[in-house]
T-cell receptor, first 114, second 112 residues
Framework: QQQVKQSPQSLIVQKGGISIINCAYE??????FPWYQQFPGKGPALLIA?????SEKKEGRFTISFNKSAKQFSLHIMDSQPGDSATYFC?????????????FGKGTLLTVNP | DADVTQTPRNRITKTGKRIMLECSQT?????MYWYRQDPGLGLQLIYY???????NKGEISDGYSVSRQAQAKFSLSLESAIPNQTALYFC???????????FGPGTRLLVL
């Protein structure tokens, strides 16, 4: 049972455009929703994260939008740059004890053309 | 120096061979994890350890075993490697009170 569904699998955007990646979750006990960025040959690294007490979090060109009632969250990359080309993973976890484990989506390969 | 290191970075082995992947961290974190990454499948948790005496199975532990030799070291073993264990393997660490996981650079394993 896949608890975090991510779409699209791949995305091609022109430089300066907006990249949008969506995730949906099933477990209502989840209360932490990070996005990880992975460049080729590297391990994933935390990009930005949100908790369900807010509907949006922005860090520079990266924004997470969160819809608790729909159990969905999305990553928006404004003014996308070729250097943003990477694989992006959404994830989710609960808090406390073993619930700190992260459940990952399957990833989105983003290509930003110059 | 990298906070989370993995050795080897690349490994080719044959079916039936025993192989060990090693992970070391200098972040002082209690929690360590082993993930497997396959194209299109994301990151799947193999085993995790919340302290030296605590080892837990993840989603896909069959065919794998682990050893937590010290707070800083967590090893993954394939007792008898098979071709469908060909994948990219990542070690990660986290602090006991924070969810952020810090990943190593990965080990690319090919089982012939």
């Amino acid at each position: 049972q896949q608890q975090v569904k991510q779409s699209p699998q791949s995305l091609i955007v022109q430089k300066g455009g907006i990249s949008i990646i969506n995730c949906a979750y099933e477990n209502t006990a989840f209360d932490y929703f990070p996005w990880y960025q992975q460049f080729p040959g590297k391990g994933p690294a935390l990009l930005i994260a949100i908790r369900p007490d807010v509907s949006e979090k922005k860090e520079g060109r990266f924004t997470i939008s969160f819809n608790k009632s729909a159990k969905q969250f999305s990553l928006h990359i404004m003014d996308s740059q070729p250097g943003d080309s990477a694989t992006y993973f959404c994830a989710a976890s609960g808090s406390g004890g073993s619930n700190y484990k992260l459940t990952f989506g399957k990833g989105t390969l983003l290509t930003v053309n110059p | 120096d990298a906070d989370v290191t993995q050795t080897p970075r690349n490994r080719i082995t044959k079916t039936g061979k025993r192989i060990m992947l090693e992970c070391s961290q200098t972040k002082g974190h209690d929690r360590m994890y082993w993930y497997r990454q396959d194209p299109g499948l994301g990151l799947q948790l193999i085993y995790y350890s919340f302290d030296v005496k605590d080892i837990n199975k993840g989603e896909i532990s069959d065919g794998y075993s682990v050893s937590r030799q010290a707070q800083a070291k967590f090893s993954l073993s394939l007792e008898s490697a098979i071709p469908n264990q060909t994948a990219l393997y990542f070690c990660a660490t986290s602090d006991a009170h924070r969810e952020t996981q810090y990943f190593g650079p990965g080990t690319r394993l090919l089982v012939l």
